[in-house]
């Protein structure tokens, strides 16, 4: 199936091999929709190298302020935005009207933050609300909460908090973010990790006629195939040391068949 990670392998049939698998009921299905994933070393550290560029383009954006800002042109967007704007300079107002941000009476239990909800009708809408805060209410929090009216159409929830509390928030969501990309990685390296776990167990590997699977694993798993037979045993002798292929041995052997 396809990676999460953007990688997207040819993938090429044999009219062979594909009469004999469908002569074994061998489920195409299965193998196409939810066929394991698998990254070699070299996708692996693009995709690392592609998370920090992304990254890098959203510290400079938020460096480069008004210069990198969207600028919407329908009237639909801009109507939208001046309202946002109108309910964040009002929620801003309200906390610092006289007691508008007192604690609460000693011994009950603090008032919620205030906040105001902003519905957008798309993807744009939304870009649009975090780059409003982003470049105006920097103090404002957003959060996206469920829509009762429209479900694939989610609220934001926008809470105005300390300095103190928004820092704490967005260390928490890049903390997060990192987490699930880590995850995703993990996920993404599939079957190479099952390699990696038998070549650091240090255990054989028993195989029938074998070259062209050790192939696949090589081409597949770990790197671009070497361009010739020498090199190729060289990576495959350094994965696994200890190869055994029982059509081999019955072949050289056949008295132990």
Known sequence: RKSRSGTDRAVLFQASSVAFLASQDFDFNAALATGCTSLTFAEEAALREQYMLREQ?????????????????????????AESRQKCL????????PGGDQAAASGSPPPPPPSVTLRPRNGYQRKLVYELMQF????????????PGCEWQPMMKITRLTAEEVERLRAKARAEKKRKFESDVAMEV????????????????VVHNGFTDLLRVVGDFIMP??????????????????????????TRTPHIA
């Open 57 to 81: 383009r959203i510290d400079d954006t938020k460096r480069d302020g008004e210069q990198a800002r969207i600028k919407p042109t329908r009237a639909g967007d801009i109507q939208f935005v």
């Open 190 to 205: 599939g079957m190479r990790a099952v390699v990696e776990a038998i070549h650091s167990a240090k255990v054989p590997l």
């Open 90 to 97: 009002q929620l801003v107002k309200s906390a610092e009207k």
């Open 136 to 147: 105006e209410f920097p103090l404002l929090h957003i959060e996206k909460v469920d829509n």
């Open 225 to 250: 195939l070497p361009e010739s037979y020498h090199h190729f045993k060289a990576v495959i002798s350094r994965l696994f040391p200890r190869i055994f292929d029982t059509r081999y041995l019955l």
